[in-house]
């Protein structure tokens, strides 16, 4: 993150606001959303060394909170000299309407203004979006954030960009519609270290067949998206052909789902020329067994993705089920055992729920591998990411937030 300036000194100046051009106004809202847009909560793990990028140390990276934003964030003054702002540029907006449908404008104030009148809507709910967040309303808008992840190394960068919708109030299913703290941690640990979660098949023949892979309750995207753009970038994956497919439930989060979906990747017709594809599809956990399953869901997959999915009491067991046919069987002619990768946190208001996913799955030691196939829990592991993202909730900053992961594959697979 570059230098930080408060509002009053960077944005363009109330008055002037009808002088300046529409980059320099986008390029200020732009500003206020990197001061105001809430980031994800619980999404920066806890850790000695930070990536770097370009060959550089990058010690501030793009979502990590530091004083310098907290003290402009908490600034009564500078939030109250945002909305003003804020509204001013909405009531020109609306000026610049007036006068394009007004028969007294001349043809060179038409001219003009044509390019603003190409970017209104999208000004006025980015501007509407951030009068919510100001007001302290946050879940109320629809916003669009940048999430960048990077190796360790520096050698590999992925960036997505996701919008969050409103939860429907009435469906709890709806959780979907933003972007979780898990899908960032697991996003996260996928592009350092892709090899780990079955996404670096430099040891078999990269032509044999074809790597599928699934997510579940895929929400706004972004562990679907953030596989399949590191998955262009991998030299190992140049040629071979992979097709990534990302499901979710609930209507509205479906659609959002493959609102982002499009807006990152190539269009359908670049699709069909790439060795690589990525599509959406309806999938409900509960009636997996017994309804009948489209072709994109027909063939074993050999790396499954979960995160933050384990919210209620039947889940881990509607899961599990999925798993038993969807997830690819052990083979000895395939080297890299297929996985089911699922980061969940712990939160204080659903412990029996968390608790049911090693109830549901027992461990591998208490398995006898001999035995018929079943899905186990193959290893886990502790997280533990600062909290930050809460500003608008008065959170303090040196609240934890913890989340378990959990490769799950077959108990006869051999590892």
């Known amino acids: 993150m570059s230098v930080l300036f408060p509002p009053t000194t960077h944005l363009p100046p109330i008055a002037k606001i009808a002088s300046f051009s529409i980059t320099q106004l986008l390029d200020a809202l732009t500003y206020l959303q990197s001061l105001y847009y809430p980031e994800v909560r619980g999404s920066h793990r806890k850790r000695v060394q930070a990536p770097v990028f370009n060959g550089e140390q990058n010690s501030r990276l793009p979502h990590e909170d530091d004083n310098e934003l907290q003290v402009i964030r908490s600034d009564a003054f500078e939030r109250s000299y945002s909305i003003r702002w804020l509204i001013a540029l909405i009531a020109q907006l609306e000026v610049w309407q007036d006068l394009s449908h007004s028969r007294d404008a001349s043809l060179d104030d038409l001219g003009k203004l044509e390019p603003i ?20 309303v946050a879940a109320a808008g629809i916003f669009t954030r940048n999430f960048v992840f990077g190796s360790i190394d520096g050698h590999r960068r992925v960036e997505a960009q996701l919008t969050d919708i409103p939860l429907d109030n009435d469906d709890y299913g709806s959780v979907g519609a933003q972007t979780w703290g898990g899908a960032c941690v697991l996003a996260e640990m996928i592009v350092e270290d892709p090899e780990r979660f079955g996404l670096d098949f430099s040891s078999d023949d990269p032509k044999s067949r ?10 706004t995207g972004l562990v679907s998206l953030v596989v399949m753009k590191l998955l262009d970038t991998l ?33 359908m017709h670049d699709q069909i020329t790439s060795t690589h594809s990525i599509i959406t599809h309806f999938l409900d956990w509960s009636s ?16 499954v993705f979960g995160a933050d999915i384990i919210y209620e009491a039947q889940h881990a067991v509607w899961i599990r089920d999925c798993l038993k046919g969807l997830l690819r069987r052990p083979s000895d002619s395939i080297r890299s055992p297929a996985a089911f990768h699922l980061v969940i946190p712990l939160r204080p208001t659903h412990t029996f729920e968390s608790s049911t996913v090693e109830s549901v799955f027992l461990k591998a030691p208490d398995v006898d591998p001999n035995d018929d196939a079943d899905l186990v829990i193959l290893s886990k592991e502790s997280i533990t990411c600062d909290a930050h993202g809460d500003y608008t909730r008065g959170q303090g ?12 594959g077959w108990s006869n697979a051999r590892l």
Do not use: W
């Open 117 to 136: 009148f190409t970017h209104t809507e999208m000004i006025v709910q980015q501007a509407a979006s951030l009068l919510a967040i100001c007001a302290g």
């Open 210 to 219: 074809r790597l599928n892979v699934l997510e579940l309750g895929a929400g």
């Open 235 to 267: 030299p190992s994956f140049n040629h071979r052909e992979v097709s990534v497919v990302a499901t979710d439930f609930h209507p509205s989060v479906l659609a959002n789902l493959r609102s982002n979906v499009n807006a990152n990747v190539p269009s």
């Open 288 to 303: 997996f067994s017994t309804a009948p399953r489209p072709d994109c869901l027909s063939y074993p997959f050999d790396v």
């Open 397 to 408: 900053l040196d609240e934890d937030v913890e989340y378990l992961y959990y490769k799950i």
